[in-house]
C-alpha cells in the first residue's frame, strides 16, 4: 500500500479523483474535497448533485469505481461502514439509520466497540453525561418508533458522539428542524470544532451555509465546480455557482392563447404517509394551455402535491377543483372514470409509473387495459402504440417487449411521457421530467410538454433545473417548506429570486439578502 | 393427575422448546427458516446415530447440534450470501433433511437388522431422574426436579437465549440486524457475519430439539417414519405465539404441551371434546395472536422487520 | 493514530447487482445450474459408494420402465403440478402463499362431503359438485389469510403455514368423530368411495390428469393474456404502480387468493376422488410444499411447471426401485431433490449479480 507524505498542514480528509456510476449514470465524476481538522466544509448543491453518494463512500455505503480517500493524511480503503467507523468518521443520514423497535440507548451503542460481553448498565449514566455536554435532551428508555423526526436525530447526534468520532458528516440535518433546534445544533456542531473535529454538512440553504460554514464546496451535476471560503462569498455568488452560469438555452417558448382555468386548488393540505403535513394550506391555479413551474427544494412537498391532485393520497383539507367540480375523496379510478384525463408522471419512475419488468407494450396498457367488456387484454392497439412511440420519440429499446428497466433513464422517460400524452389529458403533471437524462433526450421532453401546451393542456411542471423553468414555464411557484413562498410571472423572474424563495433566506428578517425582493 | 398431566405436558413441550428458540435465534436476524422439520430431522438422527454407537450422551448431543450447525449453514449460504428466496430454501431443507435422515436411518436398521435398540446404559443416562432432596418436595418435586436431563438443557439454554439476546451487547446486534440490517451495517455491525453466526447456532439448537424426539420419545428405538413428525412445524407456530421471545417460548412449550397431551387427561365421560380439537388448537390460537398482533400494529411482540427480506448493502 | 493501523486489506471480491441479464443467457444460466446440480448429486450418489450414471439411468428407467411404472410417475405428478399452478398466481403478485398444503386438504374435505352424503346424484353431475366443492374449499382457506392481509397487513407466510395445520387437523376430527366409517372396527377412518364418487380413469390414470393439463393451459392464458393476470403482475411489480394505475389492491389480492387456493383445492379434489378413494390425513403429504419450490423453480411459468414437475416426479417415482436394485431407501429422492435444489438456488444469485475482483492498485 502506498503511503503518503504527512503535508504540513494534516487534512482530517481528502478525497482524490472520486468517480462513481450507477449503471449508465454518472454520480460522481473526479471530485476532490478536502477538509481540515477544527473546520466546517458545507456541501452544497442541487438535488441530484451527487453529494449523497459521495459522503457515502466515506461512510463505507458504496464503493468508489475510481479514486482515493485519504483520512489524517493516509490512504485509505474503506469497504463497509465498519471501516468507516473505525477511521473516525461519522454520519447522520438523511435517512435516519436506526432501528424502529429499539431504544435510543440500544440505538447508540449498537455496534460500539467497547469492552463487555454484557450491556453496560452505565451506559445510561454515559448517553446523559454526554446529552449534557452538548446540551441535548433525550428519553434513552424510549423506542425510536415513538419520537418525532427531531428526536430522531437527537439519537443520531448521540450514537456519532458516542463513539467519539471526530470526522462528522451530516446529510440535510436541518431539513426537520425547528429554527431553535437548527440553532442548537449549530452549537454543538460548533463545539465539535473547537475540540478539532472536522465536520462535513450538506445542504442547499444558503443562510446556514453562510452562518456555520468555514468553506463551501458546490457540487454541479456530478462534477466539484469550486470551493471558496465563507468569509469570501455571498448568497448570491453561492447561488450562482449552485444552479450554473446563466447557460444560453434555447427552448421554444410558443405563447397560447386560451382564457379557461381547468385546475382551482383552494387551502390545500396533504399529510404524508407517516402521517406528517407536507403540503401546508396552499392555492394556485392552472389555466389551459399553461406550464405552471414547481420550484422548490427536494421534500417541500412537491410530492405529497403531486399525488394528492392524482388522488393517490389523501387530501387533510381544502379542495381540487376541476372545472369547478371537486375531486378530493376520490380514487385515481374514479377520477379517470369521471372523464377526467389527468395525467400524472411521477417522479418515481419505475416504482410507480411503470411496471419495470414488463415490456413496453405491456406498460402502454397501465391505464387502460380495462377499457373493452373482453377478460382478456388487446394487446394490438398497445403494441402500435408502442412501436409508434419508438419512431416518434426515438426510443431506444431492442424491442418493444423488452423489460422498460432495462432502458436508459432518458429513454424510459420517454415511454412514461409518450403513454400520458397519448391519453389526450387536458391535465398534465409531470415531476423531475427530465432528471438523469442528458441534453438531447431533455430538449425531445420539453418539445413534448410545448407540444401538449399548444393544444391547450394545463402542465404542471415539477422541477429543479431553474435555468429550464424559467425559459419553458409561464409561471412559477415556490414550494418551500409544503408553504407557497411565492407565485411569479417567469418573464419577470430571475433565477436568484427563485433561488432565494426556495430557500427560508426571505422568512428570517433582518436577512441581507432581502433586498432582492421586488 | 393434575401433577402427572403438567409432567406430560413439559415433557412434550420440550422438543418444541429446542425447535422454537432456535428458530428465534434464525428470525431475530431477518430470516425465516421453514427447514425446522429437516434439521430437527437431521438432528434426531445424528443423535441417534451417534448414541447408538458410542453410549455417550453427550457425544450424541454434540452430534444432534453439529449436523442443526450444518444444515443451518447450507441455509445461511444460499439465502445470506446468494441471497435465494427464504421460504423456497427452507422448504427445501425440509425435504432435503426429512430424507437425510430417513435415508440413513434405514442404512443404519438394514446395518444393525432389525430397528436399532439403544443401550439400556444410554437409556438410563437420559432417564427421567429425581433430583436429590429438591425432588422429594411433594408436588413441585416431581413437577419441576424429577425430569430427564434434557428438558433441563431446554430450559437453560432457552434462558441462555433470552438474557443474551436482551442483555449482552452481541444480543443487541443481532436484533438490530434482524429489524433493520441497513442500520446496523451503518452503525458497523458485521451484517453477514452475524447473520451465520446466528442462524447456525439456531440450527444447531433445532437439532438439539431432534434428538429429544429421536432419544427420548422414541422410547430407545429408532423409527424411521414418524420421528419427527410435524413438531419442527409446530416450532414454526410457537415462534409466534411466543412473540419471539425465548422465555415466553418457555411457557410456550408447556401450553403447546398441554394441549398434545391433554387428550389423554380430560375424563371422556364429563366433556366430550373431540380429540383433533387439542392438536388444533395450538395453530388456532397462534393464527388468533398472529391477526390481533398486526391489528395493534406493534412494532414488539411481532415478527422482526426485517424478517424475509435479503440484504444487499448497495441496493438503490 | 492507534485507529488507522487496524485497516484491513480490501476484499478479493465485491458484489453488484447486475443490471441487464439478456433472455438467452438466462436460458443458458439456468440450463448449466440444472447441469450442476445433476453433478452435485452425483458427487453425492458416489460418496456413498454408488456409480452415479448407474443411478441415474435406473431412476429414469424406474420411472418409465413399465406401463405401471409410467402410471405412477403421472400420478404422483398430478396434485404436484396443479398446486403448483395454484401457487403461481399468488407468487406472481408477490404474496406468499405457503399455504397450499392446507388447501388442497380444504378442497379434499369439501369434496369428500359430497362423495360421502350425496352417493345417489348422476355421476357427472356429483364429480361435477365435487369438483367445484373441491375448488370452494381451497378458495375459501386461500381467502382468509388474504382478507387479513389486505385489512391488517397480517404476515401472510405465517398465516397460510397456520392454516395448514388447523385443515390436517380438521381432517383427524372428521375421521374420529362424524366421518367415522362406522363399519370400520379398530383404526378410525372415512369410508371408502363408492365407485359412483370416484373420478374416471382416461388411458388407465385418474383424469386428473387432463385436468392438470387443462388448467397449466388456462392458467399460461389467465397470466399472459388476461385483464386479472395483467392486474396481478402490477400489483406483484409494485402495489404503488397499481395504485396509480388506478387498481383496487384489495380486491386484486382477495381475488387472487381465491384462486389460487381454489386451483389447489382441485388438487385436493383429484386426491380424495381420483387417487385415494377416501379422505385420509396424508391426502396432502407434503405435496403443497413441494409444489412451492416447483413454481419457483419454473419462474412461475405453467408450462416449465409442467416440466419441472415431471421431472420431480420422475425422480420420487424412479428412486422407489433404488430399495430392489441396489438396496438403498427411497428416501434418496428427498436427498437428490435437495441438493439439486440447493445448486440451483445457489446459481441463480448469478442471474442477478455479478461479482467484481479487486482491482490491483497503482501504487
Redesign the interface.
Known amino acids: 500500500?502506498?503511503s503518503v507524505k504527512m503535508k504540513k498542514e494534516a487534512m482530517a480528509i481528502e478525497l482524490k479523483q472520486i468517480t462513481k456510476t450507477?449503471?449508465s449514470v454518472v454520480a460522481n465524476n473526479n471530485i476532490d474535497l478536502s477538509v481540515k481538522q477544527g473546520e466546517i466544509l458545507a456541501l452544497l448543491g442541487e438535488n441530484g448533485s451527487g453529494k449523497t453518494t459521495l459522503m457515502n463512500m466515506l461512510?463505507g455505503?458504496?464503493?468508489p469505481d475510481s479514486g482515493s480517500i485519504f483520512?489524517?493524511g493516509?490512504s485509505?480503503?474503506i469497504?463497509?461502514?465498519?471501516?468507516?467507523?473505525?477511521?473516525?468518521v461519522g454520519?447522520i443520514?438523511q435517512h435516519?439509520?436506526?432501528?424502529?423497535?429499539?431504544t435510543a440507548a440500544?440505538?447508540i451503542?449498537?455496534?460500539?466497540?467497547?469492552k463487555?460481553?454484557?450491556?453496560n448498565k452505565s451506559r445510561a449514566e454515559k448517553i446523559s453525561e454526554i446529552s449534557k455536554r452538548f446540551g441535548l435532551e433525550i428519553d434513552s428508555e424510549k423506542?425510536i418508533?415513538q419520537m418525532s423526526v427531531s428526536e430522531k436525530q437527537t439519537v443520531e447526534i448521540i450514537?456519532v458522539l458516542y463513539r467519539q468520532a471526530d470526522i462528522l458528516i451530516l446529510d440535510e440535518p436541518t431539513a426537520v428542524l425547528t429554527p431553535q433546534e437548527t440553532q442548537k445544533l449549530f452549537e454543538i456542531l460548533r463545539r465539535m470544532k473547537a475540540e478539532g473535529c472536522a465536520v462535513i454538512i450538506i445542504t442547499h440553504k444558503l443562510n446556514e451555509v453562510l452562518e456555520i460554514s468555514d468553506r463551501v464546496t458546490i457540487l454541479r451535476k456530478g462534477e466539484s465546480v469550486a470551493t471558496v471560503n465563507t468569509s469570501e462569498t455571498s448568497a448570491k455568488e453561492l447561488t450562482e455557482i449552485m444552479v450554473g452560469r446563466p447557460i444560453e438555452l434555447s427552448i421554444d417558448h410558443p405563447e397560447t392563447n386560451f382564457d379557461e382555468n381547468l385546475l382551482e386548488i383552494h387551502h390545500l393540505t396533504v399529510c404524508d404517509e407517516e402521517g406528517f403535513e407536507m403540503v401546508k394550506d396552499i392555492s394556485f391555479d392552472l389555466n389551459r394551455g399553461e406550464i405552471l413551474g414547481v420550484a422548490g427544494v427536494a421534500g417541500s412537498g412537491q410530492k405529497e402535491l403531486c399525488e394528492a391532485l392524482?388522488g393517490?393520497l389523501p387530501v387533510k383539507q381544502g379542495a381540487i377543483l376541476y372545472h369547478k367540480e371537486n375531486l378530493v375523496g376520490k380514487?385515481?379510478?374514479e377520477?379517470?372514470k369521471m372523464g377526467i384525463s389527468m395525467s400524472?408522471i411521477?417522479e418515481?419512475r419505475l416504482?410507480?409509473?411503470?411496471?419495470?419488468?414488463?415490456g413496453m407494450v405491456?406498460n402502454m396498457?397501465?391505464?387502460t387495459?380495462?377499457e373493452g367488456k373482453s377478460?382478456?387484454?388487446s394487446?394490438k392497439a398497445a403494441r402500435e402504440l408502442s412501436k409508434r412511440l419508438v419512431q416518434q420519440l426515438q426510443i431506444v429499446t431492442p424491442s418493444v417487449d423488452t423489460p422498460v428497466r432495462?432502458l436508459s433513464g432518458g429513454n424510459v422517460q420517454k415511454v412514461l411521457l409518450g403513454r400520458e400524452i397519448e391519453s389526450q389529458p387536458n391535465v398534465l403533471i409531470t415531476a423531475y421530467a427530465v432528471r438523469g437524462l442528458d441534453i438531447n433526450s431533455s430538449y425531445t421532453i420539453y418539445d413534448l410538454i410545448n407540444e401538449q401546451k399548444q393544444k391547450g393542456v394545463g402542465v404542471l411542471f415539477i422541477g429543479e433545473d431553474l435555468d429550464v423553468m424559467l425559459e419553458l414555464c409561464d409561471r412559477i411557484m415556490v414550494l418551500c417548506n409544503g408553504k407557497v413562498t411565492g407565485i411569479v410571472n417567469a418573464k419577470d423572474a430571475t433565477k436568484e429570486k427563485l433561488g432565494l424563495l426556495m430557500t427560508d433566506a426571505l422568512e428570517k428578517e433582518g436577512d441581507p439578502h432581502n433586498g432582492t425582493k421586488h | 393427575m393434575i401433577i402427572n398431566f403438567l409432567f406430560a405436558a413439559i415433557k412434550a413441550g420440550t422438543p418444541l422448546l429446542f425447535g422454537t428458540t432456535g428458530e428465534i435465534m434464525t428470525e431475530k436476524t431477518g430470516h425465516l427458516n421453514l427447514g425446522v422439520e429437516g434439521m430437527m430431522f437431521m438432528g434426531a438422527f445424528m443423535s441417534f446415530f451417534v448414541a447408538y454407537h458410542s453410549d455417550n450422551l453427550v457425544l450424541s448431543l454434540l452430534a444432534a447440534f453439529a449436523i442443526g450447525v450444518f444444515a443451518a449453514f447450507i441455509y445461511a449460504v444460499l439465502t445470506v450470501s446468494f441471497m435465494a428466496n427464504q421460504n423456497v430454501t427452507g422448504l427445501t431443507l425440509t425435504i432435503f433433511g426429512t430424507g437425510f435422515a430417513k435415508f440413513f436411518g434405514a442404512m443404519m436398521i438394514d446395518e444393525a437388522g432389525g430397528s436399532p435398540k439403544l443401550s439400556t446404559k444410554f437409556l438410563n443416562a437420559i432417564s427421567e431422574k429425581s433430583i436429590p432432596v429438591l425432588g422429594d418436595i411433594p408436588v413441585i418435586g416431581k413437577l419441576l426436579f424429577s425430569h430427564n436431563p434434557l428438558v433441563y438443557l431446554a430450559i437453560v439454554i432457552a434462558i441462555l437465549c433470552t438474557v443474551y439476546m436482551l442483555k449482552t451487547r452481541s444480543g443487541l446486534n443481532m436484533r438490530a440486524v434482524g429489524e433493520n440490517p441497513g442500520a446496523a451495517d451503518a452503525a458497523g455491525i458485521n451484517v453477514t457475519l452475524t447473520k451465520y453466526l446466528h442462524i447456525m447456532v439456531g440450527g444447531g439448537i433445532c437439532g438439539l430439539g431432534g434428538a429429544y424426539l429421536s432419544l427420548i420419545n422414541g422410547g430407545g428405538i429408532w423409527n424411521n417414519s414418524s420421528v419427527v413428525n410435524g413438531q419442527g412445524w409446530i416450532s414454526v407456530a410457537l415462534v409466534i405465539f411466543a412473540s419471539w421471545n425465548p422465555a415466553k417460548a418457555i411457557i410456550g412449550s408447556l401450553v403447546f404441551g398441554a394441549f398434545s397431551v391433554l387428550q389423554f387427561y380430560v375424563p371422556k365421560n364429563i366433556i366430550e371434546i373431540p380429540n383433533a380439537f387439542y392438536v388444533m388448537l395450538p395453530f388456532l390460537i397462534t393464527t388468533f395472536v398472529l391477526i390481533v398482533t398486526s391489528m395493534k400494529k406493534s412494532k414488539e411482540g411481532s415478527q422482526p422487520a426485517g424478517c424475509g427480506v435479503n440484504y444487499f448493502r448497495e441496493e438503490r | 493514530m492507534e485507529r488507522s493501523i487496524r485497516m484491513k486489506k480490501e476484499p478479493l471480491f465485491h458484489v453488484v447487482k447486475k443490471a441487464e441479464v439478456s433472455y438467452g443467457k438466462t436460458v443458458m444460466l439456468s440450463l448449466l445450474a440444472v447441469v450442476i446440480a445433476i453433478i452435485a448429486g452425483g458427487i453425492f450418489i458416489l460418496a456413498i459408494g454408488q456409480n452415479p450414471f448407474e443411478i441415474y439411468a435406473s431412476i429414469v428407467q424406474g420411472a418409465w420402465r413399465s406401463k405401471i411404472a409410467a402410471k405412477g410417475t403421472i400420478k404422483i405428478a398430478i396434485p404436484l403440478l396443479i398446486a403448483a399452478l395454484g401457487i403461481t398466481p399468488a407468487f406472481q403478485m408477490r404474496f406468499w402463499n405457503i399455504g397450499a398444503e392446507g388447501q388442497i386438504i380444504m378442497g379434499g374435505i369439501f369434496a369428500t362431503y359430497f362423495a360421502l352424503f350425496l352417493t345417489g346424484l348422476p355421476h357427472w353431475l356429483l364429480l361435477i359438485l365435487m369438483f367445484l366443492a373441491g375448488a370452494v374449499g381451497g378458495g375459501l382457506w386461500g381467502l382468509i389469510p388474504a382478507y387479513f392481509k389486505t385489512k391488517y397487513g397480517t404476515n401472510e407466510t405465517l398465516f397460510t403455514l397456520m392454516m395448514n395445520y388447523i385443515a390436517l387437523y380438521m381432517i383427524k376430527y372428521l375421521t374420529e368423530g362424524p366421518w367415522r366409517d362406522p363399519a370400520s372396527s379398530g383404526f378410525p377412518k372415512i369410508a371408502s368411495f363408492v365407485p359412483n364418487a370416484r373420478l374416471d380413469q382416461i388411458f388407465g390414470v385418474h383424469a386428473g390428469w387432463l385436468i392438470g393439463l387443462i388448467l397449466a393451459v388456462v392458467m399460461f392464458i389467465y397470466l399472459k393474456f388476461s385483464k386479472q393476470g395483467y392486474e396481478i403482475s402490477v400489483v406483484g411489480e409494485s402495489t404503488n404502480t397499481a395504485r396509480y394505475a388506478g387498481m383496487n389492491v384489495k380486491k386484486i389480492v382477495i381475488r387472487t387468493m381465491f384462486l389460487s387456493g381454489a386451483i389447489c383445492g382441485i388438487a385436493g379434489m383429484c386426491q380424495v376422488s381420483g387417487a385415494a378413494y377416501t379422505l385420509g390425513e396424508g391426502i396432502a403429504g407434503g405435496v403443497g410444499f413441494t409444489a412451492i419450490i416447483v413454481a419457483w423453480l419454473a419462474k412461475l411459468n405453467p408450462i416449465i411447471i409442467l416440466i419441472v414437475t415431471v421431472l420431480f416426479s420422475m425422480l420420487d417415482k424412479g428412486c422407489s426401485v433404488m430399495q430392489s436394485d441396489f438396496g438403498l431407501s427411497p428416501a434418496v429422492s428427498s436427498i437428490l431433490q435437495g441438493i439439486i435444489l440447493f445448486s440451483i438456488l445457489a446459481l441463480d444469485f448469478f442471474n442477478r449479480y455479478r461479482i467484481v475482483l479487486r482491482q490491483r492498485r497503482k501504487a
Open positions: 500500500m502506498a450507477f449503471g461512510s455505503i458504496y464503493k483520512i489524517n493516509l485509505v480503503s469497504n463497509s461502514p465498519e471501516d468507516s467507523i473505525r477511521q473516525g454520519m443520514h435516519f439509520k436506526l432501528v424502529e423497535a429499539l440500544d440505538n451503542i449498537l455496534g460500539a466497540k467497547e463487555g460481553f454484557f450491556l423506542k418508533y450514537k392524482a393517490l380514487s385515481p379510478s377520477i379517470i400524472f411521477p418515481d416504482g410507480m409509473g411503470l411496471a419495470a419488468s414488463m405491456d396498457l397501465l391505464k387495459y380495462h377478460p382478456f387484454v394487446k432495462r
